[in-house]
């Protein structure tokens, strides 16, 4: 079983950078597939930044790249998702997911089997 929490969250103006963790315990080394969704009020939850970790590779929404950096602790125990130059339009609850495989780092359904409970972002203008 694994088990995914969030910090990091917050409220920042524009312009500024904030850094997300997930502490993942449990079979962390059948984690081959984790990524960062975001989900805006009413609507589905979308991927942000992913990656397939035995591959070291990474995939971004186009909204977030250049901004956005997703990587993992050398114990491969924590994730994290560095967001700089933050616009208003990221406010959004923050999920951590992981699965032992999926088709893509940043589609939900593709494969995620564990969540964490989310953290807020808030971006003011």
């Known amino acids: 079983q694994v088990r995914l929490v969030e910090s990091g969250g917050g409220s920042v103006q524009a312009g500024g950078s904030l850094r997300l963790s997930c502490e993942v315990s449990?079979?962390?080394?059948?984690?081959?597939?984790m990524g960062w969704f975001r989900q805006y009020p009413g609507q589905e939850r979308e991927g942000v930044a992913g990656?397939?970790?035995?591959?070291?590779?990474?995939y971004y929404v186009d909204s977030v790249k250049g901004r956005f950096a997703i990587s993992q602790s050398e114990l491969k125990n924590t994730l994290y998702l560095q967001m700089d130059r933050l616009k208003p339009e990221d406010t959004a609850m923050y999920y951590c997911?992981?699965?032992?495989?999926?088709?893509?780092?940043?589609?939900?359904?593709?494969?995620?089997?564990?969540w964490g409970q989310g953290t807020q972002v808030t971006v003011s203008s």
């Open positions: 997911a992981a699965g032992s495989s999926c088709l893509h780092p940043l589609n939900k359904d593709s494969g995620y089997t564990h």
């Open positions: 449990g079979d962390t080394g059948r984690s081959r597939c």
């Open positions: 990656m397939f970790t035995h591959l070291s590779r990474s």
